[in-house]
């Protein structure tokens, strides 16, 4: 599946959600200005521009594995750390920052009781590890119904509901105490984007990002005229704009002191 992308493709894809969600999302899990925070799984730094704001942009650090986001949230938030490294192998010394946060990128980790524990060991001792995903299932619409129309023509097509993992308030839960992490807390956040017409939400599929995008790019012409007519069918044929609804789940919980 593919991250390589610009921001200006993923904003229209995921960020038009991430954005509004980096904010709902630190303000669940807290921070003050002057602490360390560091981004895990930056992309092109929705989170890392609010963390900046509210911490200072030289207290922030962000790491990602995609070159191309990297560089985006690089040059989006310029006094910020950003490395390109995996979740597993953060470069920074035990116990450097106050505040690790991860937005939607947990289910996208090849060993995410790993990558916990990198953040973990990161993390001062009484500071505070917080990460959010997508509630597939039910309230992520913009993906829930892309795969519930791919599933409408193909009855093997994938569905991130089904092949992903901590997309529950509860799965977080268990993660982050298994982890070790004390004042385990979670709540569902919403947010929601406006697509101008049908074609603003089904034309950035087919850039090819993230498991829906790699789904889409995937099909043959005739295939991919079907997934098209059973989305639009499925968003009730919309003849202009319209609103989806998103639900994230999020859990924050505490190094022990
Ligand atoms: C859905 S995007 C979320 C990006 C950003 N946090 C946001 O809220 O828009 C998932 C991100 O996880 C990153 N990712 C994938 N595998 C990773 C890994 N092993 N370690 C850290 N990040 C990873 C991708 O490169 C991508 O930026």
Do not use: K
């Amino acid at each position: 599946m593919s991250f390589d992308a610009s921001r200006s493709a993923y904003d229209r894809y995921m960020g038009r959600y991430s954005n509004q969600l980096a904010a709902a999302f630190l303000s669940f899990v807290g921070g003050e200005p002057g602490q360390r925070a560091l981004d895990v799984g930056c992309g092109p730094g929705a989170l890392t521009e609010v963390l900046a704001t509210g911490l200072g942009g030289e207290h922030v650090a962000a790491a990602d594995p995609s070159e191309s986001f990297v560089v985006a949230c690089s040059a989006r938030v310029p006094e910020a750390d950003v490395r390109r490294v995996a979740a597993a192998d953060l470069p920074w010394d035990d116990m450097t920052f106050d505040l690790v946060v991860s937005q939607l990128v947990l289910n996208f980790l090849p060993d995410a009781e790993a990558g916990a524990a990198e953040m973990l060991r990161v993390t001062r001792p009484g500071g505070t590890i917080a990460a959010c995903t997508w509630d597939y299932a039910d309230g992520m619409t913009m993906l829930r119904t892309f795969w519930d129309a791919a599933r409408d023509i193909d009855a093997g097509a994938t569905d991130e509901a089904r092949t992903m993992r901590f997309t529950t308030e509860r799965e977080l839960a268990e993660l982050w105490e298994s982890a070790g992490l004390t004042d385990v807390r979670t709540r569902s956040l919403e947010v929601s984007t406006t697509y101008v017409d049908f074609d603003d939400y089904w034309q950035p599929f087919l850039l090819g990002i993230g498991p829906g995008g790699a789904y889409a790019t995937s099909l043959d012409v005739e295939r991919l005229a079907q997934l098209r007519a059973a989305c639009f069918e499925r968003l009730g044929r919309p003849g202009d704009s319209f609103t989806l609804a998103a639900r994230a789940v999020a859990v924050s919980g505490q190094r022990a002191g």
